[in-house]
């Protein structure tokens, strides 16, 4: 048996963002019937370097496949100064939960940006209008683009506002999408005004107000994903259906870490989890329904669904190097 090593050329042409909506949506239904193994993500905290690790292991079983994995990651933000290296590597080990061979390594760093855009993807599909045909972005980094290109699979976007400090990485993403969608630069409030609204910056003081959103806007929160970040304004949140990934990740780490603990927010301000809505036990959105958010701070399952598909459809295709990791001959 031959472990399959693919890089992020390889990752980014066979994470086909439809096959991983479909498997990230599949993995949030398998965690609200518990049908899912996911300890809690640990840390190994590195002052000296200014950086930290962070291992995701996860197990989950659909009707149709079940699958193993453990994404390796950190965190490191001098790396591009010091060192011209990312400030996130990450790497996925995909493994047989029959047998524990390791199927594959694969990079992680472009499978976090498939798995995320992907689980902003099914809250969309469930929280924001049906016919919605804007979308708003507030920080135009890496994120933003799978944001895009997986909310365009479930809804049919035209027009798209990005809002960010930066005015070259608003040139880079209007040329990268110009082609295909109206892309312009706008304000937050312009952003915030449309169908849909994705935030991805790491912001700790709130930079999007209630006024800033439609009366019907859905917004996902990406952002966050440690303690004190927070994106969007109080009085938002609690405006809004909030529907999270997770709750003690969400509470502890996401976009709601600030307000609950400060005691803004308790439980009975939280809609539910995703995978409640997957399931039916929650109600997505109802005609009656206003703004809506995702708490979004990325879970485990979704690495190892993601994972799925990029092996499945390399293997399929016969791509990326095959080599002898285990000796099978012992």
């Known amino acids: 048996?031959?472990?399959?090593?693919?890089?992020?050329?390889?990752?980014?042409?066979?994470?086909?963002?439809?096959?991983v909506i479909d498997a990230v949506e599949q993995a949030f239904g398998a965690f609200e019937r518990g049908d899912t193994q996911m300890p809690a993500k640990s840390y190994i905290d590195l002052p000296q370097y200014n950086g930290d690790f962070r291992s995701m292991p996860a197990y989950l079983a659909t009707d149709e496949w079940d699958a193993a994995g453990l994404k390796w990651v950190n965190v490191h933000p001098d790396n591009p100064a010091e060192y011209d290296l990312p400030t996130v590597l990450g790497t996925m080990i995909y493994s047989d939960p029959e047998t524990a061979f390791p199927l594959a390594i694969m990079d992680g760093t472009m499978l976090t940006m498939k798995r995320t855009g992907a689980a902003a993807a099914v809250?969309?599909?469930?929280?924001?209008?049906?016919?919605?045909?804007?979308?708003?972005?507030?920080?135009?980094?890496?994120?933003?683009?799978?944001?895009?290109?997986?909310?365009?699979?479930?809804?049919?976007?035209?027009?798209v506002v990005v809002a960010d400090l930066d005015e070259d990485r608003i040139e880079r993403f209007i040329e990268?999408?110009?082609?295909?969608?109206?892309?312009?630069?706008?304000?937050?409030?312009e952003a915030g005004h449309c169908d849909v609204l994705s935030t991805v910056t790491p912001v700790e003081d709130p930079i999007v107000g209630l006024e800033d959103v439609g009366d019907h806007t859905h917004v996902n929160a990406i952002g966050a994903d440690a303690e004190?970040?927070?994106?969007?304004?109080?009085?938002?949140?609690?405006?809004?259906?909030?529907?999270?990934?997770?709750?003690?990740?969400?509470t502890h780490s996401g976009e709601i870490n600030v307000p609950y603990h400060e005691g803004v927010l308790t439980d009975d301000d939280i809609h539910?989890?995703?995978?409640?809505l997957v399931v039916g036990t929650k109600d997505s959105r109802t005609a009656d329904t206003g703004v809506t958010v995702f708490d979004s701070t990325g879970l485990a399952i979704q690495d190892v669904a993601a994972a799925h598909v990029v092996y499945e459809n390399a293997r399929a295709d016969g791509d990326g190097y095959d080599f002898g990791l285990i000796d099978t001959d012992r």
Do not use: N, W
């Open 228 to 250: 004190g970040k927070h994106e969007l304004a109080d009085e938002l949140l609690q405006a809004a259906r909030i529907v999270i990934d997770d709750h003690e990740q969400c």
């Open 272 to 276: 539910g989890e995703i995978g409640e």
């Open 1 to 19: 048996m031959q472990t399959l090593l693919l890089d992020s050329s390889d990752v980014d042409e066979h994470a086909a963002l439809a096959d």
């Open 176 to 189: 990268a999408f110009g082609d295909e969608f109206d892309v312009r630069a706008g304000s937050i409030s």
């Open 123 to 159: 809250a969309t599909d469930y929280l924001a209008v049906a016919d919605a045909t804007t979308l708003g972005i507030v920080g135009a980094g890496v994120q933003s683009y799978t944001q895009l290109e997986a909310i365009s699979e479930i809804r049919p976007i035209e027009e």
